[in-house]
């Protein structure tokens, strides 16, 4: 039985989604002809319509989202799982940079689809994010 897709996200959705927890982020390699999908976690859903999220500023995934301007989501909630479909995908400057080599990127959520299956239930992984300073440069006096 297929799911029905809604064309927003809910409050609980936005809700998990604001709390970074792991996501799939799935684009598409237009000259290898292949789907490219990249685990990340620095996602933000500052309303039901729109998704931002941030990628390593060498990622390959960026030239792909310049071309391509479209990409899916994956993530986990309430039990099940969700993908998103994203238009409109393009980079923006936030108003708050952390001291992290990022770029950010800002899309428009055109179907959300449950792409469990049948029985499952999912829960959230746990993550380690280990921060690694890449200098041991002295700061300060």
């Known amino acids: 039985m297929a799911s029905k897709a809604a064309f927003e996200l809910s409050r609980a959705q936005q809700d998990v989604l604001n709390e970074m927890p792991l996501t799939f982020l799935v684009t ?12 990340i976690s ?18 390959h995934v960026i030239t792909l989202l310049s071309h391509e301007k479209t990409a899916s989501l ?14 409109h995908v393009h980079e923006f ?5 952390p001291a992290l080599h990022l770029r950010f990127f800002e ?17 959230q992984p746990d993550i380690i994010k280990n921060v690694r300073c890449r200098s041991s440069r002295k700061v300060g006096p």
Do not use: C, M
């Open 28 to 39: 598409f390699d237009e000259p290898k002809r292949w789907p490219i999908t990249h685990a």
């Open 42 to 59: 620095w996602v933000q859903a500052p309303n039901e319509r729109t998704i931002r999220l941030a990628l390593t500023k060498n990622s």
């Open 74 to 87: 994956i993530f986990f909630e309430g039990g099940l799982a969700y993908s998103i479909a994203l238009s």
């Open 93 to 97: 400057e936030p108003s708050v940079k």
């Open 107 to 123: 899309g428009k959520v055109e179907e959300v689809r449950n792409i469990s299956f049948y029985g499952a239930t999912y829960g």
